[in-house]
């Protein structure tokens, strides 16, 4: 009997890590039009505090706070009225005791003044004074300086990913062109003599082709540069010969198919007889998953991968090995889970771990997982999932009630 020598996810990550120890990640700076959905390279600190000057919240009058003690909506304090300033310029005049003067929104704050009222508890007394009728503490209605960004401020770790907010936090910072991780170039094969595109009509015994389409978007999704695809006929020498290119151009070379025992399946002997060191893993302790291949090739510095040909384990594993290792090398950090409680009782694999796909139904606390279970030749079970939860190695499995971390998808 020749069963393949299976590893953990655990012990399959830590491998990956260790071949691409020496693996340089190559940055790049784009425009910050550009920068959405990037991963920044570099820890970013800011030179000078942001906002550099002091900045009204409301419509109303700056003041020394002191002056407005003891105010109530019955008895007023008068004060002068020195300078009406204008948003974008700078205040000219320092206010003194018993002086004030209008601010708009977002204006600057003068010297002397630690405080504004809103222009709702304020009369007009004559054109030089007003009534107040507010009494507000220190820092009332003000944005102090560097109270956004400190000066020196470490603001945007390396390793964030840039949604829509850091986008505004980079652009208040003056950072327009932005320090990223040049994306991992990946090439995609996928090999079964049965498969014909997605616009063909299959024959007997073919089926159309989905990894290739599934791992396109996987790539899209998760920040990959596509640099190749193939779809190849289970023949030794053109799987060969496309990962010997693929090799040249790629640090990631995903092959779907051919992973297995079966008398077509070359994929391993064929990533090993490439790679220097070669194969390190084939078939890891995962349902589904088992007959995947890990690999590295020194000299490129390409990370090859051969995935199950089954299109749902294929997807499991390029999200648990590939993007996994993708974020790790970029220090980008796991994405947040969700917690539900599982709707019935579920068995584990003996020996392996399973990631189990769920549906997450509205509980009353909460969500509710509902397993999808079905072979793992089915597409559809992947579509109909929000997200999946992993059963450990050693667990029995999963009992109903139990609440369990879902990983959205
Ligand atoms: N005797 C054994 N047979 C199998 C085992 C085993 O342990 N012993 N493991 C099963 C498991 S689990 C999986 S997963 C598959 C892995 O197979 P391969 O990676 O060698 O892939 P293929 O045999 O080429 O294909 C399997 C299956 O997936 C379909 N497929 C392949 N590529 C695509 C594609 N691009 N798009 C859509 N569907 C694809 C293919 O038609 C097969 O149905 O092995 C089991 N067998
Ligand atoms: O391990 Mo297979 O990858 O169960 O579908």
Redesign the pocket.
Known sequence: MNLLKVDTIAQSREKLKAAVAEKKQAIEFVKLEDALGRVIASDLVSPEPIPHFRRSTVDGYAVRSSDTHGVTDSIPVFLEMVEKIAIGTPAVRTIGPGQCAYVPTGGMIPEGADAVVMIEYCETFDADSIAVYDSVSAGRNVVGVGEDIREEALFLKKGTKIRPQEIGVLSSAGVHTVPVYKPWKITII???D??VPADQKPGPGQ?R????YVLEAMSEKYGFEVAGKYVLKDRRELLEEAVKKAMQTSDLVAV???????EK?HTASVLDQLGDPGVFTHGIALK?G??TILGYDKPSETILMGL????A?AMMVFELLAVWLYRSETCQQAPKNTVAKMAVNVAGAPGRATCLLVELKDGPDGYIAEPILGK??LMTTLSRAHGYTMIEVNKEGLKAGEPVQVVLL
Request: aromatic content about 0%; hydrophobic content about 15%.
């Open positions: 996928s090999t079964g049965e498969l089926i082709d989905i990894n290739t779907s198919g051919g992973s297995s025992q079966g399946d589904p088992k007959p199950p040909g089954h299109p384990a793992s030749g």
